[in-house]
């Protein structure tokens, strides 16, 4: 069964950075598109990061680009996402997943605020 747990988050100050993790299970994350998505209280799901299947291309929304960086360790099987430079404007519940799909997880609160 594919299980997905993220870790990681919580409340940092604006210009601070975060790593977030996520421990997949039931698939492995060496060759598999991996995703991180996060929720805005009240918005659409969205997402902020893509890293490919062969672990060679990242993609990344506009407004992280830069400040965020999407990796694996295939050895723990586990996804990170490293953010810094964090703005007020990057708090939401952060989700991450593959592709073909899995069902969610429950995500992790990143606040950034002073």
């Known amino acids: 069964q594919v299980q997905l747990v993220e870790s990681g988050g919580g409340l940092v100050q604006p210009g601070g950075s975060l790593r977030l993790s996520c421990a997949a299970s039931?698939?492995?994350?060496?060759?598999?598109?991996l995703f991180w998505y996060r929720r805005v209280q009240g918005k659409e799901r969205e997402l902020v990061a893509t890293?490919?299947?062969?672990?060679?291309?990242?993609n990344y929304k506009n407004s992280v680009k830069g400040r965020f960086t999407i990796s694996r360790d295939n050895a723990k099987n586990t996804v990170y996402l490293q953010m810094d430079s964090l703005k007020p404007e990057d708090t939401a519940v952060y989700y991450c997943?593959?592709?073909?799909?899995?069902?969610w997880g429950q995500g992790t609160q990143v606040t950034v605020s002073s």
């Open positions: 997943n593959r592709w073909p799909f899995a069902s």
């Open positions: 039931g698939f492995t994350v060496s060759n598999t598109v």
């Open positions: 890293l490919s299947s062969t672990g060679s291309s990242t």
